[in-house]
Nanobody, 123 residues
Framework: VQLQAFGGGLVQAGGYLRLSCAASGRTFSNNGMGWFRRAPGKGREFVAS????????DYADSVKGRFTISRDNAKNTVTLQMNSLKPEDTAVYYCARAIGSRAYVSSAQYNYWGQGTLVTVSS
């Protein structure tokens, strides 16, 4: 499975961005998907995840109410809509495919990772 994340960029605080992750090779329709991020000088952290059919989603407390994860299994894509962005959201964002079908929080549950896309939020 190859995962390609795109949609990052520079945005002012309060703005929005839409990240997408396209999968090729083996499909991910039976797998949970997730987004993680790594801010400068910090470790990787969970952002959002979604179950295989999209019926369950989970979010980090820091993004609840601002970010929305969704997926389109027919198109092999997963999307992260990010609204009301804050400078602390600045990070490289990675999409990942889970080993199982649920919406997992732990990075240990993911076995395929995309290359990351940079999101910079200016104050």
């Amino acid at each position: 499975v190859q995962l390609q994340a795109f949609g990052g960029g520079l945005v002012q605080a309060g703005g929005y961005l839409r990240l997408s992750c396209a999968a090729s090779g083996r499909t991910f329709s039976n797998n949970g998907m997730g987004w993680f991020r790594r801010a400068p000088g910090k470790g990787r952290e969970f952002v959002a995840s979604i179950s295989w059919r999209g019926g369950r989603a989970d979010y980090a407390d820091s993004v609840k109410g601002r970010f929305t994860i969704s997926r389109d299994n027919a198109k092999n894509t997963v999307t992260l809509q990010m609204n009301s962005l804050k400078p602390e959201d600045t990070a490289v964002y990675y999409c990942a495919r889970a080993i199982g079908s649920r919406a997992y929080v732990s990075s240990a549950q993911y076995n395929y990772w995309g290359q990351g896309t940079l999101v910079t939020v200016s104050s």
